[in-house]
């Protein structure tokens, strides 16, 4: 590597690597830089360990972001079949583990090492242990000033993703980065995180940790038909993973734990019907059995279905359908997938990635206002941006 690499990106991530190896092939000199001892850590631990490295049906309404229209056009030009074109001509067998979700078989590694295989091939240097103390602008170019030394390139790439996990390496370096140069950050917060709970509740939830059910989970303007997890301290599952991007603090969250079912019709249908039955069977027949059961001690009211009124099996019904619930808060940066909010995508080209005032500095991936749901879209958006930018340098 030459002492003056046209491009420096900053970040050796999902967005960093592809945006790095898609530079280096269109024959820039790219040099990554990146604090931790190891490339691509998110990489390794999402999807439990099997990466769901994208998601067939990406959509722009996957996303949340201030400017809902800023992700379009890199979604559009880096589609998922493009992604899974890369893969399969490495030899990784993708998994459909829901619809349209694609997982790795056994481990993440092999997309961790497909990437850094087409870096090595793209000519992409990687810098590990290296951080930025300094960056400015030096003419049409950029000063950076590293504790390895310092370098002045043509194009810096910040693709230091967000501020979810920081044992992995995350910081606010990109925020920090943006509002140096005169950019705006929309609010940051954790996002797809467990919810904790209260007291009662968190006591409740604990006894019943590793409990799952499928619920429709409704909170603001999003809604999620998924599986519900009870944790010791709280909920998780996918269903509280996804609508924990539409929760603000002190809003409840509105569970149906039933969602086939009209509980008070079907209650009193089988009241009529098998009257001798015991409540705690009916439930049993619904709901996993130790959520039944623990149903029954908090509301305490078991007996024959022909025991209970109207008005009782009216209460069941709402429990069931409609359990109103506030979450304490949400285990927060420890074990958030993402951040909601980051870098506002005002000021950057939605085409290039660059900042519009300041073409040799761009934004990529997750340090951006451009967060997805769960399922695969948010690494999508990191390959998407990454090529898009890597494309223009
Ligand atoms: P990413 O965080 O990947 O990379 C940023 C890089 O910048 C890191 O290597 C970091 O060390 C480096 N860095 C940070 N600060 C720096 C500094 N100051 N100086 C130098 N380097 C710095 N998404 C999905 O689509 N499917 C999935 O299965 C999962 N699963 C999942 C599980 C878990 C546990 C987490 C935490 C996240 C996921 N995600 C996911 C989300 C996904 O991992 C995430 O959106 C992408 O990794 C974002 O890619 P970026 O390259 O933008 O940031």
Redesign the pocket.
């Known amino acids: 590597m030459t002492p003056n690499p046209d491009v420096v990106v ?9 945006c790095a190896l898609t530079a280096g092939y269109a024959g820039r000199r790219v040099l990554v ?4 001892n190891k ?5 390794l ?4 360990g ?6 067939l049906d990406t959509q722009p309404r996957n996303f949340f972001s201030a400017n809902p229209h800023f992700c379009i056009s890199a979604l559009n030009r880096y589609r998922p079949e493009h992604f899974l074109e890369l893969v399969e001509r490495h030899g990784i067998e993708p998994v459909e583990k829901a619809p349209g979700q694609l ?1 790795c078989a056994d481990s993440s590694r092999p997309i961790l090492d497909m990437l850094l295989t087409e870096c090595d091939w793209a000519g992409v240097e990687i810098r590990l242990k ?3 103390e300094k960056l400015e602008r030096l003419g049409e170019g950029m000063r950076l000033t590293t504790t390895r030394g310092c370098i002045d390139t043509g194009a810096v790439v910040i ?4 501020l ?2 920081p044992t ?4 606010g ?2 925020y920090d980065i943006a509002r140096q140069f005169g950019l705006a950050v929309t609010e940051t917060r954790a996002a ?1 995180v467990p919810f904790t709970l209260t007291s009662q509740w968190k006591e409740r939830a604990a006894a019943l940790a590793g409990v799952s059910c499928d619920v429709d989970v409704r909170c603001r303007s999003g809604r999620y038909r998924e599986p519900m997890l009870f944790t010791h301290r709280g909920l998780s599952g996918p269903a509280m993973l996804q609508i924990s991007s539409h929760w603000q603090p002190g809003d409840d969250l509105l569970i149906d734990l039933l969602p086939k079912l009209d509980a008070y019709q079907s209650l009193v249908a089988a009241r009529d019907a098998t009257p001798r039955r015991r409540l705690s069977t009916w439930l049993g027949e619904h709901l996993p059995k130790r959520l039944a059961q623990a149903m029954i001690d908090w509301y305490g009211s078991d007996g024959m279905l022909a025991e209970q009124s109207n008005a009782s099996l009216m209460a069941w019904g709402e429990r069931l359908n409609r359990w109103r619930l506030k979450p304490a808060g949400t285990e927060g940066w420890r ?4 951040t909601m909010g980051g870098v506002d995508t005002a000021a950057v080209s939605s085409k290039t990635f660059e900042v519009k005032a300041l073409p040799q500095l761009r934004f ?4 951006l206002d451009v967060t ?1 749901e ?9 390959w998407a ?2 090529v898009a930018c890597g494309l223009a340098l």
């Open positions: 900053i970040g050796a991530g999902a967005a960093g690597l592809m830089l990146d604090h931790a490339p691509g850590k998110k990489i631990m999402s999807g439990g099997r990466c769901n490295f994208t998601n997982f290296t951080s930025v693709a230091s993703g967000g979810s996990i992995l390496g995350a910081t370096f990109g797809l074990t958030a997938e993402v990529i991936g997750e340090v997805g769960l399922g695969g879209y948010n690494f999508q958006w990191a941006s990454g």
